[in-house]
């Protein structure tokens, strides 16, 4: 189980780094990835109690009450759990920058920051396609992502189906629209035991470095490091609506994104449909689609003269949301998933 210390240092993945230098790079890196991957900057983030992860007891039954008589007893009862390990992965790369070339700049450490803008790029690039699609199966040096957490819409081949929408797409032109619920008993990101939360940045200073050629020349050298797993404690507080055939959005029966949106949130167990206050919550619900998913939501809404999808705010920021639930943009949601059995 999470112990009350996890509990209190959970927040979300922005939030742990903006803490660790408030006036430094490291802030403003992560300015930079949450603009690039929001679903980086919305998770939040758990120390596992695990030196290479995270172990977690999970429900998998409740117990069953009895009515009693009087004069008799009734029997013991209990529910029923399972111990689940998660894993992290750990994502690293080396910026070399030729210090002639930093040199002519004369701008110091802000030029060397410029040219490692292309390596943040990818390893958030990276972080979103792992924290969607990463399969240990096939990937054993990543960590498990939801896709293979929620792989079919059959009840009888997983219990977890029962929040996989089926929106009838065949082939391989399908993409998701994902409902997740971030918090410390239902969904959350990992870092390793004992180590630092989230994005690293290390300017290791100037060193020879060595071209392909194998010549030797001067440079400057930052190591980028970022350790993340997930956990899904609760598997009932993520909902995929899975097989949107995006091929068919702009036909003459397009599937109704809005009606899947509407059933979609009625599949968590306890989040409130409307956002109402004092209702209750098992954490912070976000929606997550990509750029054609994102921009047929609109029309789609625009079409009907829809109510339900408005301008609202989410962390101080102003966001689209879906009764209440704010919508976010995450391009690595890809549009070439094989349809869901």
């Not at 409740?62 to 750990?90: E, F, H």
């Not at 609109?298 to 704010?326: C, Y």
Request: net charge neutral; glycine share 10%; hydrophobic share 40%.
């Amino acid at each position: 189980m999470i112990s009350s210390r996890t509990e209190l240092v959970a927040m979300a993945e922005a939030d742990w780094l903006a803490r660790l230098e408030p006036k430094g790079a490291v802030a403003t890196i992560i300015n930079l990835l949450s603009k690039t991957n929001e679903v980086l900057q919305d998770m939040l983030t758990v120390e596992g109690n695990l030196p290479t992860g995270h172990q977690t007891t999970v429900r998998t039954g409740l117990p069953s009450a009895v009515w009693r008589q009087l004069n008799y007893g009734v029997p013991k009862a209990k529910s029923t759990t399972a111990t689940i390990i998660d894993g992290c992965g750990m994502l690293e790369v080396y910026s070399e920058v030729d210090k002639g070339l930093a040199t002519l700049n004369d701008h110091g450490t802000d030029f060397l920051f410029s040219e490692d803008i292309a390596f943040l790029e990818a390893m958030s690039q990276q972080m979103a396609d792992t924290l969607f699609y990463g399969d240990t199966s096939l990937h054993p040096e990543r960590f498990l992502g939801l896709a293979p957490r929620y792989p079919s819409v059959n009840p009888a081949t997983a219990q977890n189906a029962a929040n996989v929408i089926d929106m009838g797409g065949t082939g391989s032109t399908n993409t998701s629209l994902w409902i997740v619920v971030w918090g410390p008993h239902t969904v959350h990101g990992i870092f390793p035991k004992g180590s630092k939360a989230g994005f690293q940045r290390q300017y290791m200073g100037q060193k020879t470095l060595t071209d392909p050629q194998g010549n030797l020349y001067e440079g400057y050298r930052t190591h980028y490091k970022w350790d993340m797993g997930l956990t899904v404690r609760d598997w009932r507080y993520v909902v995929r609506l899975a097989n949107i055939d995006v091929t068919t959005l702009s036909g003459g029966t397009p599937p109704d994104l809005i009606k899947a949106l509407i059933r979609g949130l009625h599949r968590l167990p306890t989040q409130p449909m409307g956002g109402a206050k004092g209702a209750p919550t098992m954490g912070s619900t976000v929606i997550y689609c990509n750029r054609t998913i994102r921009s047929w939501l609109d029309i789609q809404a625009e079409a009907k003269s829809n109510l339900l999808l408005t301008m609202g705010e989410f962390a101080g920021k102003p966001a689209t949301t879906f009764r209440g639930v704010p919508i976010r943009t995450c391009d690595a949601i890809v549009n070439t998933e094989a349809r869901l059995v």
